[in-house]
């Protein structure tokens, strides 16, 4: 049976019963009603009027009314003869009451009126006592029939409230059960209901779908293998080392290389927790370490440096999240990292060749660029001979040319020292006002070649920095030497150290020249970069040399700009 046609049957039979139990319920309501006003009309009221009359022949032969209120009850009572016999007893009684008004002082009229009042009086009683019978039989007959038609109410109800929920929520419950089982990919799942109702053709179309599903998945198991033997194999035979492991730390597989740097055996590594193997294993350890403890983002990358291949190599970490998004979920779900190691050993060899040519090269160029500036001060002094105009002109651009080239080589050989970490910081509680000096004595020819004035404010609190003096000094003069270059004539650089909360010493220098496009900012403090489209002189190593120092003395150097508006470069020192 269908469960639309059992819920129809049995919430119908329901309805039907309590329908029948409100009807009857009128009824015998009804009826007990008509029973006790029976009683009311009749029987109560020949009492009364027969009261009447007996208080009303007391008063014969005092009270003069007397007989008019007796006629009164009795023309009453003669209206309302309804018992058997009463309209004998009551024709009686007029008849009686007749001859007491013509003869006041006969007693036996008296004693006939009263005895003929007696009568009517247990006449009615008799009725109410009768008619009282009938009600109370009416009484409990409509007890017993509603009982009856509630506890039928009743069973039909519990019927329903037991087996109705059981047998919707029973087949419910246990096809979500099996939909949570296809969900696990377990395919062999099926579904039985008894009976021809709605839940056995569910349970008919969930087995079709579960054998399609069955056949579906064996069919592409073997594929699923070859892919994963393929993958395997592609992670087996990379080059860099690669591990993987799942979102509880546990290792999942790490290829050939992997294992032979960290001189691990793979049953001893793949399958286990990575920070259990990190405890004895110094590279497993340091390779993990940015995984339960990661990096600020900014924070710089070393490279990792591991004998392999016999020799000392230089591998840069990179650790990938992998997120996935279940199906039918919203929220991507984190399942797990791949670490990889990419071998930059021979770009650290390169750039270590490039860097020692870099340095033999700025050695070498400044013994000629010697000669050359003690060859223009010959040429200049006029005992060698008087040069005219226009070798002067020549001279002069040979001195630019020479002073531009040699600070490049002095840039060169900063880098070089940078890369090599040859570089010597000397942090010392030094004078501010110094290295404030020398950076404005070092610009003050360029700045009135070109009517630039440097506008210096410094605050009073401002005495000494943590610094080196000499590195700091550099600095200074590089960003000034950059606003003076990139202003326009006649304009103003302003050089401003102030003291900031924490022990904070800043210095900033502030131009009004074009400015630098928002999209150039985050490469400014690159090395060899310079913003496209400008046509100043200089080789883009300054600010990058800047960036080294200062971080190098454990400062931070910055640069806000507008394009069209100017720039400000600062850098900050603890004090």
């Known amino acids: 049976m269908r469960i639309k046609t059992k819920l129809n049957i049995g919430v119908g039979i329901l309805f039907l019963m309590i329908l029948t139990l409100a009807a009857l319920s009128g009824l015998y309501v009804t009826q007990l009603k008509r029973d006790t006003n029976n009683i009311l009309a009749a029987n109560y009221n020949t009492l009364q009027y027969a009261r009447s009359m007996l208080l009303a022949l007391e008063d014969v032969g005092q009270d003069a009314a007397a007989f008019n209120r007796f006629q009164l009850s009795l023309d009453k ?134 054998e399609k599903l069955e056949e579906y998945a064996e069919s592409k198991l073997e594929k699923i293998l070859q892919g994963k033997k393929r993958i395997e194999t592609l992670i087996d035979n990379l080059h860099d080392p690669v591990i993987g492991i799942d979102e509880h730390g546990k290792v999942l597989f790490a290829n050939e290389e992997a294992l032979t740097i960290s001189g691990l055996k793979k049953i001893d590594f793949v399958g286990q927790q990575i920070q259990n193997v990190a405890l004895k294993n110094d590279l497993i350890r340091d390779i993990s370490k940015d995984i339960f403890h990661p990096k600020e983002k900014n924070a710089k990358v070393e490279a990792l440096k591991i004998y392999a291949d016999g020799k000392e190599s230089y591998f840069e970490k990179d650790v990938v999240a992998i997120n996935v998004v279940p199906t039918g979920e919203q929220e991507a779900k984190f399942i797990g990292q791949v670490i990889l190691l990419r071998n930059i050993t021979p770009f650290k060899e390169l750039d270590l060749a490039k860097t020692n040519f870099m340095g033999t090269i700025s050695h070498e160029f ?99 920095v943590q610094a080196d003096s000499e590195k700091t000094a550099w600095v200074l003069t590089n960003l000034i030497s950059n606003a003076i270059r990139y202003s326009h004539d006649h304009a103003v650089v302003d050089l401003d150290v102030e003291f900031l909360e924490g022990r904070t010493i800043r210095f900033t220098v502030r131009d009004h020249g074009q400015g630098i496009q928002h999209e150039f900012l985050d490469k400014i403090f690159e090395r060899y970069f310079r913003v496209p489209g400008t046509k100043k002189e200089g080789t883009g190593l300054g600010l990058s040399i800047s960036k080294e120092f200062m971080e190098a003395q454990g400062g931070q150097i910055g640069v806000e700009s507008e394009f069209g508006v100017g720039s400000t470069f600062f850098f900050t020192l603890a004090c």
């Open 77 to 210: 009572q003669k209206l309302n003869a309804t018992e058997k016999g009463e309209d004998a007893v009551t024709a009686q009684l007029a008849q009686h009451f007749a001859q007491l008004k013509a003869s006041p002082d006969d007693n036996s009229a008296i004693s006939s009126i009263r005895r003929d009042l007696s009568e009517l009086m247990r006449l009615n009683m008799e009725a109410i006592e009768r008619k009282s019978d009938v009600a109370d039989n009416t009484a409990e007959n409509a007890i017993l029939v509603i009982s009856v038609t509630g506890t039928l109410c009743f069973m039909v109800a519990f019927i329903l409230l037991v087996n109705l929920p059981s047998n919707i929520a029973n087949p419910i419950r246990e096809l979500t059960a099996s939909i949570k089982e296809i969900a696990g990919q377990n395919y062999k799942k099926r579904v039985y209901f008894k009976g021809g109702n709605e839940f056995g053709d569910l349970a008919q179309s969930f087995n079709t779908m579960a």
């Open 366 to 464: 400044k013994t000629p660029i010697a000669s050359i500036q003690m060859s223009m001060q010959l040429l200049e002094n006029e005992r060698t001979g008087a040069l005219n105009s226009e070798q002067r002109e020549l001279l002069q651009g040979v001195k630019e040319d020479t002073k531009r080239l040699l600070a490049i080589t002095a840039e060169l050989l900063n880098v070089t020292q940078l890369e090599s970490g040859l570089i010597q910081i000397k942090m010392l509680s030094v004078p501010v006002k110094p290295i404030i000096d020398y950076a404005v004595q070092a610009n003050k020819v360029a700045a009135e070649q070109k009517g630039i004035s440097l506008n210096l404010h410094m605050d009073n609190a401002v005495t000494n």
